[in-house]
């Protein structure tokens, strides 16, 4: 019943568009590029335009034109102070600028911003609190943008763009039973591409990857814009790859790079994809370019573990101390770096320090990535039957841990073979590397030796057979 509810509220999005247009097929459950082709039709708005329909809308906007944007609305509040909805859209413009970026001091001026406008007027002033919910969230404070869009939500229920923000804080919080609950009210508003992009996002962390590619895919080919196809094509790629699918994952991220080459995701993309291929050299070159544009500490830890594959340990502890330095400058704009931080200190620093950085972050906010994170960093201290126990919360569907990950299930049964549950890490080992055989360039060629050292399972007799039961 649940996926017959799914496909009706999918159903009226998923239709053959007139004309050249780009689309994505899903062909045996795998994303699949078609050609893109031309549009034809009014011209284009002017970039200021289209990226202030873009940011009052939550949907991707390409760099240039939110700065024409940002130009455009800071210069006319210089005239116009008392201007709430300017200040509102500008404060938005400011995290879509940081986001993209990864300059974490777009940030406070976001709030400066987004708070003048609930100072000139704060009374039903929808547009601040839905701006200071996904400021919330870009800086990985769920909390702070569950009460902002809930804030939102109770000024305006039925303004379909105050779910997105709310959708990720809960997700964030690891309550996705009310994500699902905000995504099912979203769809009964609102159809489209940006709806279709953020249910496949749900339902991919619920594991129902199918429903989250046909998202993705209807999503894809019904954007309107460049940078807007570039950002769903992105996170195809992203699903592509989590899958296995890595020929797939990386016509993704070139197709989204070469729509909008400021799409650095869609480039660290390239590099993961590249890297699991055996494509170096242009892994190294993909992964350089995207921190010099977008330096966000996950792409500094992937291209360290790149480099410690290859046995350049040198140039990894470069990229780990660059990590350090962006999570520390990220902190000054108010991003919370704790998950990634705990990540890195688990594997190439100090375990016991990633796990009082996680052990605060899951008390705050207890996402299903902060549980796999929180019971690998208790595994690499030495404390494997406590992190047993947020091992099966990141993988346990009943637990809340829906998502099909590899590295998550890798973690849950290595976990398990140092606690000698050896059946049981066996099957995930073998899950692992079933989800995805290159998850990660240092982890999964760890998940193939772990597995010849457990051996094959033993050839135990059925009762009743020769030997059973001690006879025989």
């Not at 790859?241 to 990386?250: N, S, V």
């Not at 544009?293 to 792409?299: C, D, E």
């Not at 008390?363 to 595994?379: E, F, K, T």
């Not at 299930?409 to 099957?427: F, K, N, P, V």
Request: glycine share 12%.
């Amino acid at each position: 019943m649940e996926k017959q509810q799914q496909e009706r509220r999918r159903r009226p999005s998923r239709r053959v568009l007139a004309g050249s247009v780009v689309g994505c097929a899903v062909l045996g459950g795998v994303l699949t590029l078609l050609p893109w082709g031309q549009r034809t039709g009014p011209a284009a708005p002017a970039p200021g335009a289209q990226a202030l329909a873009a940011v009052t809308t939550g949907v991707p906007a390409a760099l240039p034109d939110l700065a024409v944007l940002i130009e455009e609305r800071e210069s006319h509040l210089r005239e116009h102070p008392e201007d709430a909805e300017s200040w509102a859209v500008l404060g938005s413009a400011y995290v879509e600028q940081g986001r993209r970026t990864a300059d974490a001091g777009y940030y406070p001026r976001a709030e400066r911003a987004l708070r003048r406008s609930l100072q000139e007027r704060a009374g039903g002033n929808v547009e601040a609190l839905g701006g200071l919910s996904a400021l919330a969230g870009a800086r990985r404070d769920f909390p702070a943008a569950r009460k902002w869009g809930e804030a939102a939500l109770k000024a305006a229920p039925k303004r379909w763009t105050t779910y997105p923000p709310l959708i990720d804080a809960y997700t964030g919080l690891g309550d996705h039973q009310a994500a699902k609950k905000a995504l099912d009210r979203l769809l009964e508003l609102r159809t489209g591409p940006a709806v279709l992009a953020r249910a496949g996002g749900v339902y991919r962390d619920h594991g129902w990857r199918e429903d989250a590619a046909a998202s993705l895919s209807d999503a894809a080919a019904g954007a309107e814009t460049p940078a807007e196809r570039a950002a769903y094509l992105e996170r195809g790629g992203q699903l592509a790859f989590e899958r296995g699918d890595r020929k797939a994952a990386l016509r993704h991220f070139q197709e989204a790079v070469r729509l909008d080459p400021d799409q650095r995701a869609a480039l660290a993309g390239q590099g993961r994809a590249l890297a699991s291929l055996g494509r170096t050299t242009e892994a190294l070159n993909a992964y350089r370019v995207a921190l010099a544009k977008q330096p966000l500490p996950q792409y500094a830890l992937e291209l360290g573990e790149l480099y410690e594959s290859l046995g350049l340990g040198q140039a990894a502890r470069v990229q780990y101390d660059t990590l350090r330095d962006q999570v520390r400058r990220a902190a000054a704009g108010g991003v919370d770096g704790e998950l990634v931080l705990g990540q890195f200190e688990a594997d190439h620093g100090d375990p016991e320090s990633a796990v009082r950085r996680l052990r605060a972050e899951w008390r705050r906010q207890p996402g299903i990535a902060v549980a796999d994170a929180l019971g690998w960093a208790l595994h690499r201290a030495g404390r494997d039957r406590e992190a047993l126990g947020f091992a099966r919360i990141a993988t346990d569907g009943t637990k809340g841990g829906g998502v099909r990950s590899a590295l998550y299930t890798y973690h849950r049964g290595m976990i398990e073979r140092d606690l000698e549950l050896t059946g049981s890490a066996r099957r995930h080992l073998q899950e692992a590397l079933r989800i995805n055989p290159w998850f990660s360039t240092l982890h999964a060629p760890r998940a193939r030796q772990a597995l010849v050292g457990l051996g094959e399972p033993a050839d135990v007799p059925l009762p009743g057979e020769e030997g059973a039961d001690g006879e025989g």
